[in-house]
């Protein structure tokens, strides 16, 4: 696999609230804004993920890499908890609205989850996942059978 030269790369932790003052803000908004949402309504095996870190590697034309690693692992965690297995995606650019990259990064980071092994359903209502989408500016947790708005995404745990 051939090395990449990135214009920028950022890492900050999976919910905040540090990040250096150069990451563009909307990035970090719209990371930390899925990873709240990661800490609840999730189908799958006890996971760790309170430590895990967000990398944005930005290429030159704009376009963002984004990855998710697991952090270091906790000295005490509960029996049976291991931590998350990183994953990373493209797609995003530098240029995105805010509430877009909000929206593509949760499809993004569910459709990992739900590719790897074991599989995680999240987020999930009942026994239905729950869809990211676009609904008046706003990126929001939809169940698309009765295409009902949960959440905006970034609130979902406090539903």
């Not at 430590?51 to 270091?72: E, I, K, Q």
């Not at 999240?122 to 929001?140: C, H, N, Q, S, Y």
Request: hydrophobic residues 40%; proline residues 8%; negative net charge.
């Amino acid at each position: 696999m051939p090395e990449i030269d990135y214009a920028e790369v950022w890492r900050f932790p999976i919910i905040g609230p540090d990040a250096a003052d150069d990451v563009p803000a909307k990035f970090v908004d719209a990371c930390q804004a899925v990873g709240r949402d990661l800490q609840c309504r999730w189908h799958g095996p006890s996971t760790y993920m309170q430590n895990c870190v967000w990398t944005v590697s930005m290429l030159d034309d704009g376009y963002c890499h984004l990855a998710l690693d697991a952090g270091p692992r906790p000295k005490y965690k509960s029996a049976g908890t291991s931590p998350l297995r990183g994953f990373g995606f493209g797609g995003p650019h530098i240029e995105q609205p805010a509430q877009e990259l909000r929206a593509l990064i949760a499809g993004e980071v569910q459709d990992e989850l739900a590719r790897g092994f074991p599989f995680v359903h999240w987020p999930i209502e009942k026994d239905r996942f729950l869809m990211p989408t676009l609904r008046d500016g706003r990126a929001v947790w939809v169940v698309r059978s009765s295409d009902r708005i949960v959440a905006e995404i970034g609130k979902l745990c406090s539903r």
